[in-house]
């Protein structure tokens, strides 16, 4: 009895001893400490139809912190397809890009003029992005806006993700995640929008600050018919189509002043609901809005 008993825990020893090579550690697995941390993304036109201009933000933590500094590495690369052009951030990168952490996608003007669905299907398709990034219509370029540096001194991506949380509290452009774009560009009637970024010099936009830096503003919003810009709507007018849709949360509102009404008034909505209708008046159509 004891003899059999000690030939089996011997069998079982070889098993444990044959197995053991294979689960002593993740095949294919990569160190943090391998890993830039893409941040922002760009996409501009390319140089020649078809292609591409990408830009890649990356955040890396630095050697000797608990990783609360970072620096940010900032490249543009051309390429026929988003793929293309992670092959090229290889051949100069000492760490391997991670684009799961992508909060940001910023489309340039030139290349959403000329359809934006190969693009984003990519996105869409590749595992390692998340939906939850935001969407955004830069005026201009993609890449000067992610190389634009604020006074806060923190990475240009982290400052266009913080503008657009806070938007979310005062509902003054629209607010557009990657899957929601997709779900809405992708359904009948619907037109998509998305915020836009725009570069401000001191003065514009009646804003003055000392000192050369420029700032990004976040306040019209762009209009798509399909996957192509159709064109820009003005600050009140984003504002008009957020109460339209019922989009507005929370918003800063005030009265025009006039030359017989002396009365001037501000306030902050805190709660709202909206609903349109379209209607026949007088032969002509027409929409019948109602804001509580």
Not at 58 to 86: C, F, H, Y
Request: proline share 3%.
């Amino acid at each position: 009895m004891k003899r059999g008993v000690g030939q089996r825990l011997l069998k079982f020893s070889f098993v444990i001893i044959v197995l053991l090579p294979m689960v002593t550690g993740c095949w294919g697995k990569r160190e943090v400490e391998q890993l830039g941390f893409v941040i922002a993304m760009g996409v501009d036109a390319g140089e020649k139809p078809g292609r591409y201009k990408i830009t890649y933000q990356i955040a890396m933590p630095q050697n000797g912190t608990d990783g609360g500094e970072l620096k940010d590495w900032t490249m543009t690369v051309e390429g026929s397809s988003i793929r293309q052009s992670e092959e090229h951030v290889y051949e100069v990168l000492n760490k391997q890009p991670f684009v799961g952490s992508t909060k940001v996608i910023v489309i340039g003007e030139g290349a959403a003029k000329e359809g934006i669905n190969k693009v984003l299907d990519f996105f869409q398709r590749f595992y390692e992005f998340r939906r939850t990034a935001y969407l955004f219509l830069g005026k201009g370029t993609a890449e000067e806006i992610l190389n634009t540096k604020r006074k806060t001194g923190s990475i240009p991506g982290l400052n266009i993700l913080a503008q657009m949380e806070q938007n979310e509290a005062v509902s003054t452009v629209p607010s557009f995640r990657l899957g929601h774009f997709l779900t809405v560009n992708a359904t009948p009637g619907y037109d998509a929008m998305l915020p836009v970024l725009e570069i401000l010099e001191p003065g514009e936009h009646e804003m003055e600050y000392k000192g050369n830096m420029k700032q990004v503003a976040l306040h019209t919003s762009g209009v798509f018919r399909g996957d192509e810009l159709a064109g820009y709507l003005t600050e009140q007018e984003t504002k008009g189509t957020l109460w339209i849709n019922g989009e507005v949360e929370k918003q800063f509102i005030s009265t025009e002043e006039h030359e017989d009404k002396k009365i001037f008034c501000a306030g902050k909505v805190t709660g709202s609901s909206s609903n349109y209708k379209l209607v026949d008046s007088e032969g002509r159509l027409g929409i019948d809005l109602k804001v509580q």
